[in-house]
């Protein structure tokens, strides 16, 4: 069982920059890839990015490149998400997600929520 508890949501002026973390407890984190996703309101949860367990492959959504970054720090069970030159269209709510790979997941965060104004 891993339990997911993300952080760092807040309001932001377009433009500005907002890094969301998420610390996992329970089993080994490394053992895990992980993505953060997000949902609008009235939209679908989508993918923003995804980093593997080692860091050794990373994606992104088409949306999110070169504005968001994605790292993690296994020693402290903690994956990152890097939020630059943020829109007012990144206003979601964001979650992180552990899973056995960066297109399978089976552990959610409970959301922290982001709101970019114009």
């Known amino acids: 069982q891993v339990q997911l508890v993300e952080s760092g949501g807040g309001l932001v002026q377009a433009g500005g920059s907002l890094r969301l973390s998420c610390t996992a407890s329970g089993r080994t984190f490394s053992g895990y890839a992980m993505g953060w996703f997000r949902q609008a309101p009235g939209k679908e949860r989508d993918f923003v990015a995804a980093?593997?367990?080692?860091?050794?492959?990373?994606r992104y959504a088409e949306s999110v490149k070169g504005r968001f970054t994605i790292s993690r720090d296994n020693a402290k069970n903690t994956v990152y998400l890097q939020m630059n030159s943020l829109k007012p269209d990144d206003t979601a709510v964001y979650y992180c997600?552990?899973?056995?790979?960066?297109?399978?997941?089976?552990?959610w965060g409970q959301g922290t929520q982001v709101t970019v104004s114009s």
């Open positions: 997600a552990a899973g056995v790979s960066t297109y399978e997941y089976g552990y």
């Open positions: 980093i593997t367990g080692i860091g050794g492959n990373i």
